[in-house]
């Protein structure tokens, strides 16, 4: 099956120190390999701040359009994993093993398989 991992975290703030970005990459690159060596590898992407965000809304046939995200919060979506899991038990493991998870949330989410449902 396969999850959803949403990555939540602080935004960030000021300039980014190279140093930090470095290590933080290395780790989230040797969680990658951790994933790939499992076949558990399907997608990840991280995501630019909130603030070049733009919300989409459909109302009596009129599209609005406004900057930003859809709502403020403290933690914002960051990045994102999609991977193969046998199970919710096996997505939680992975999902502890995201750097991201150190200083933010992870979310878990089981991804609708409309083929399956479709017989």
């Known amino acids: 099956m396969q999850y959803a991992l949403l990555i939540y975290g602080p ?3 000021g300039e980014p ?14 969680f990658n390999q951790h994933l790939r060596d499992r076949s558990a590898y399907g997608a990840a ?6 603030a070049t965000a733009s919300s989409v809304r459909v109302r009596d046939g009129r599209t609005l359009t406004t900057d930003g995200p859809f709502a403020e919060t403290k933690e914002a979506l960051g990045g994102f994993y999609v991977v193969e899991a046998a199970d919710l038990d096996e997505a939680i493991g992975y999902a502890a093993r995201i750097p991201g998870a150190k200083t933010g949330t992870v979310e878990i989410r089981p991804v609708v398989d409309f083929a399956a449902m479709r017989g």
């Open 11 to 13: 935004e960030p703030e």
């Open 17 to 30: 120190d190279p140093q930090a970005t470095a290590a933080m990459m290395a780790e989230y690159e040797t």
């Open 45 to 50: 992407e991280a995501l630019w701040p909130t």
